[in-house]
């Protein structure tokens, strides 16, 4: 059974930074690429960064030199990590892998 979990989201003020964690499970991890998506109520979901199985990785312009999306293959984790947040990322972020979606983690950043 295919599971992926994310973890880190939060409440933190605009130039905060945070860590999101995704670990997955019954897949063969190293072969994928992984991905960081994030919705918001009403929108339609959209990229924020992907890693492919040799490291390469893409993001959205929004986030460029902001988030950093990594991998480990020998803990079977993804992770993003975002730094100068601004209130217009806030949203659910999901780890995403194949076609494998996590349930998302929330991340809200307010003054």
């Known amino acids: 059974q295919v599971q992926l979990v994310e973890s880190g989201g939060g409440l933190v003020q605009p130039g905060e930074s945070l860590r999101l964690s995704c670990a997955a499970s019954?897949?063969?991890?190293?072969?994928?690429?992984m991905g960081w998506y994030r919705q918001n109520p009403g929108k339609q979901r959209e990229l924020v960064a992907t890693i492919s199985s040799s490291q390469i990785t893409n993001y959205a312009d929004s986030v460029k030199g902001r988030f950093t999306i990594s991998r480990d293959n020998a803990k079977k984790m993804v992770y993003l990590q975002m730094s100068n947040l601004k209130p217009e990322d806030t949203a659910v972020y999901y780890c995403?892998?194949?076609?494998?979606w996590g349930q998302g983690t929330q991340v809200t950043v307010s003054s």
């Open positions: 019954g897949i063969i991890f190293s072969a994928l690429g």
């Open positions: 995403h892998a194949g076609q494998w």
